[in-house]
């Protein structure tokens, strides 16, 4: 199951960004937070992140990670329908 999160935009390096505590929290779940746009220099689209996280941990991950502040969105992708 993928989850999708969004950190608030910051200038903070790759390395600051690792040490969020979204990153400490994804890996406690045993996933890790990978940017979905990872070269771009877009604060609003460098600030999204994905996590491939086990069926049964991904409702919790999210609900865990929601209750950082610096996290604006967190949610479980939907399934891709049918076209």
Do not use: C
């Amino acid at each position: 199951t993928q989850v999708i999160v969004q950190l608030v935009p910051s200038p903070a390096t790759e390395a600051d960004v690792q040490q969020h505590a979204a990153f400490k929290q994804a890996r406690e779940f045993g996933a890790s937070l990978m940017a979905i746009h990872p070269s771009s220099e877009d604060p609003a689209l460098s600030s999204w992140f994905a996590a491939q996280v086990d069926n049964r941990k991904a409702n919790e991950l999210v609900e865990t990670l929601r209750r950082i502040p610096e996290v604006t969105a967190a949610y479980v992708k939907p399934r891709a329908a049918m076209p």
